[in-house]
């Protein structure tokens, strides 16, 4: 029998597939409840929350209070702290640097004094909690707010904004890098994994569907869409993307696109992951999940297959082509 491996453990992936097939000590072959209804969540493919941290502007006083500005909108929208006030004005930004002491964090500068430390550690982490369109905004912001409550309230303080400008409704949270003990929060992926399986059982709490998996066990590679990288073009921030594209179109106007690297390490893990939802397939069977099991095995043959950055790229270019021939020949007519 497979070794059985689905993860909630802060330190190891949420759901790791790929283990499935492999045969060792310690292996069990008997799949837990909450087990079970995580690997429901994913062949059914309910909608994945998103956590994403935002890197810049996190290391001095001023840009932190830019990006309070720009999260309540200049005091147009409110921000709710973790002690549980809601805040609305122009100075609510400057109120909150002063009031969480960033000035002394800022001042006392990075303890390491080679030249190669050029910026001081970070004072806040900017999170992005995200759903896809369609997930109500009134559930998504208490959904928010008791992730936030269990995993800082009493240690680092916090302030957040609901935003519903975009279709799919996000909460924007800024919670300081120093906790009330004097402890600084470093997040590494498997603090993100942690926090995306936490964000979406509060949100299953709410009532709205929500699930926490790893986009490789859901059969997808990362996506490059070209809207993003017209933007990052715009902005001068990807020369290698940008280059990247040109690449690539010329090579489609010759007849021929080249995958790139990396293309047969996809391949590998892909195989692994199907070789895992097949043994997952199995042991549903024998625990008498034959529904489920079935609902596996549609999950592995509807999986698309894996697409290396250049591919993706190059499928998105044929697919506006299509389309601009088609709006070609319908004006035409």
Not at 107 to 112: A, E, N, Q, T, Y
Request: aromatic share 4%; no cysteine; net charge positive.
């Amino acid at each position: 029998m497979p070794r059985l491996h689905v993860s909630f453990f802060r330190d190891r992936p949420l759901l790791d597939i790929a283990s499935y097939a492999r045969r060792g000590p310690g292996w069990r072959d008997h799949i837990l409840p909450e087990e079970i209804a995580q690997i429901g969540r994913t062949v059914g493919r309910a909608p994945e929350v998103m956590v994403k941290v935002l890197t810049r502007g996190s290391t001095d006083t001023a840009s932190v209070r830019k990006h309070l500005d720009y999260i309540d909108r200049h005091g147009h929208l409110s921000l709710e702290t973790d002690d549980g006030q809601t805040i609305s004005s122009r100075e609510a930004g400057r109120n909150l640097v002063d009031d969480w002491d960033l000035d002394l964090d800022e001042d006392r500068g990075p303890l390491d004094l080679s030249p190669a430390a050029r910026k001081g550690p970070k004072l806040v982490h900017k999170l992005i909690l995200s759903m896809p369109p369609g997930t109500p905004p009134d559930r998504l912001v208490k959904a928010a707010r008791g992730f936030l409550r269990e995993e800082f309230a009493l240690k680092h303080r916090y302030a957040f904004a609901l935003h519903t400008d975009e279709p799919h409704p996000h909460v924007h949270a800024v919670i300081k890098a120093i906790s009330e003990q004097g402890e600084r929060l470093h997040i590494k992926k498997a603090t993100l994994r942690q926090w995306r399986s936490e964000f979406a059982r509060h949100l299953r709490a709410q009532g709205v569907a929500a699930n926490a998996t790893e986009r490789a066990v859901r059969g997808q590679t990362k996506s490059r869409k070209l809207d993003g990288i017209y933007r990052a073009e715009r902005r001068g921030t990807s020369r290698r993307t940008r280059e990247n594209v040109q690449a690539v179109a010329a090579e489609l106007t010759s007849g021929r696109l080249s995958p790139g690297s990396g293309k047969s390490t996809l391949v590998r893990s892909r195989q692994q992951i199907v070789e895992g939802w097949a043994a997952v397939s199995e042991l549903l069977m024998q625990q008498g999940q034959p529904e489920l099991g079935a609902h596996v095995r549609k999950f592995i043959g509807e999986t698309a297959p894996p697409r290396t950055e250049r591919e993706q790229i190059g499928a998105e270019f044929l697919v506006r082509l299509k389309a601009a021939q088609m709006n070609d020949r319908q004006r035409t007519r």
